[in-house]
């Protein structure tokens, strides 16, 4: 399944919970209430997860993440892991953990 689809599956999956596509530096998101958690860029998925949660640690932890930097430029948000397709399958429990720290609806 490629980014695109599973990023699709994610939108489906969170609706209930009141979870929009959007968009946030020129990719597609995920919005809750406006806010953006989560978004589609470059093949991977960038999850605002709160530097130095669990949650945070547990996604760096993942092969080929990293903190995520939408310029390019060598400026990462401290508080925004990018996960790449190879970890596709966490991606749900990754946007549901965003939402969460989010304060997201139940």
């Known amino acids: 399944m ?3 689809a ?3 599956e994610i939108v489906d999956d969170l609706a ?8 946030l530096f020129g990719a597609r998101s995920l919005t ?10 470059g093949g991977q ?6 530097d130095g949660t669990a949650a945070h640690a547990d996604a760096l932890a993942m092969d080929g993440a990293s903190l995520f ?6 400026r ?8 790449p397709a190879a970890e596709a399958q966490a991606w ?7 939402l969460d720290a989010l304060g997201g609806a139940a």
């Open 32 to 41: 809750v209430e406006g806010t953006a958690f989560a978004c589609l860029k």
């Open 92 to 98: 749900g429990q990754l946007a549901e953990a965003g």
């Open 76 to 83: 990462p948000f401290k508080d925004w892991v990018a996960v």
């Open 45 to 50: 998925l960038a999850v605002k997860l709160g």
């Open 6 to 8: 599973r990023f699709d």
């Open 16 to 23: 209930p919970r009141g979870v929009l596509p959007g968009a």
């Open 2 to 4: 490629d980014a695109e």
């Open 69 to 74: 930097d939408p310029s390019g430029k060598g």
